[in-house]
């Protein structure tokens, strides 16, 4: 099954968002214009408004209050890749060339910062004040997630405690807000909020780990960028960790790299190679599956809905996807 099988009954709603997106993107300006709609056009799972509609479904279904969080939240992701790709100097996301590798850092960089502006311009206009403070705290802690991956970068002295607390400001923490703003603009119960809003974290917790389990299992083709991409970059994620910690020669091998990565004097191959043979897939999976069990859990203790089963199916995917 793929992820799109399992909200395909959401179909038309995620329609009528893409064509939102694609309309507040469209900026006065022609360059930051044709660089946003060439980020949009890059494509992407739009999983974060996929999760505020089933949230939504909760409480009182109305779309047009929907759009004014499922819209921002997308722009902001999308406003955070384009940040990403300038830092990680990225020539390539999705298979397609990036906003900087297309112009360079500063249209990336100001097309990045429009993005925003439009998204919290959106929310403005949102009928739930409350929705205000949890996207601005969202994005101040995704901030936070880029300084800190800014600072680990090419450290390979870190912790297994340090690397979960940056994905989680990085990548769980919208996802989680989604899921709590979705309940939220539909008036759903505070315990709703609640239990989705941790339900959401967990799937994103699990969303990020499995991103960084495929950066050394998946192919170029199925990751739209070559694979062993956070390792090259200096990017040192649970799989590297879990082999450094197991086999001290390749934590040497890394180390020398790291210190020196302009003699690329890191045999990519070899080391996902090495990577894979340590156990870290396994045991970067079975950390995964457990945040999963953890969102299914979040799941069971509210008042079962029609739509407790797509992200229940959802969960389970994001846990054990391929790409």
């Known amino acids: 099954m793929k992820l799109v099988d399992i909200y395909r009954h959401l179909r038309p709603d995620i329609v009528k968002l893409e064509r939102e997106i694609e309309a507040q993107v469209q900026a006065d300006h022609p360059v930051l214009r ?26 009182t279904y109305d779309l047009e209050e929907i759009k004014k969080v499922a819209v921002p939240l997308e722009l902001i992701h999308m406003a955070s890749l384009v940040h990403d790709d300038v830092i990680d100097n990225a020539e390539v996301r999705r298979g397609k ?18 993005i925003f502006a439009k998204a919290t311009e959106i929310a403005a206009f949102s009928s739930y004040p409350q929705v205000h403070p949890v996207l601005s705290y ?11 991956q800014i600072r680990d970068q090419f450290r390979t002295e870190q912790t297994l405690k340090q690397y979960l607390k940056r994905i989680r400001r990085k ?19 505070p315990s709703v909020q609640y239990a989705l809003k941790w339900y959401g974290y967990y799937v994103g917790m699990a969303f990020q780990i499995t991103d960084d389990i495929l950066d050394f299992v998946g ?50 191959e070899e080391a996902i190679e090495i990577i894979r043979k340590s156990g870290a897939v396994n045991a970067a999976k079975s ?37």
């Open 34 to 59: 044709a660089a946003s709609t060439h980020l949009l056009k890059a494509g992407g799972k739009r999983i974060r408004p996929v999760f505020v509609l089933l949230s939504a479904q909760y409480g």
């Open 97 to 114: 060339k990036t906003i900087k590798s297309q112009w360079d850092n500063r249209v990336a960089m100001y097309t990045g910062d429009y």
């Open 138 to 148: 969202a994005m101040e802690e995704m901030c936070i997630g880029e300084i800190e």
């Open 171 to 189: 990548t769980a923490l919208l996802i989680s807000v989604s899921c709590e703003l979705g309940a939220l603009v539909s008036g759903a119960s």
């Open 219 to 268: 192919s170029e083709k199925e990751l739209g960028k070559p694979a062993g991409s956070d390792l090259i970059q200096g990017n040192i994620t649970y799989p590297a960790l879990y082999a450094m910690e197991k086999n001290p020669e390749f934590r040497k091998n890394i180390n020398r790299y790291m210190h020196n990565p302009s003699e690329e004097s890191l045999e990519v």
């Open 287 to 323: 950390l995964a599956d457990k945040y999963v069990a953890k969102a299914v859990r979040m799941l069971d203790i509210i008042p079962e809905e029609e739509q407790h089963a797509s992200l229940k199916k959802i969960a389970v995917y994001i846990g054990s996807r391929k790409f």
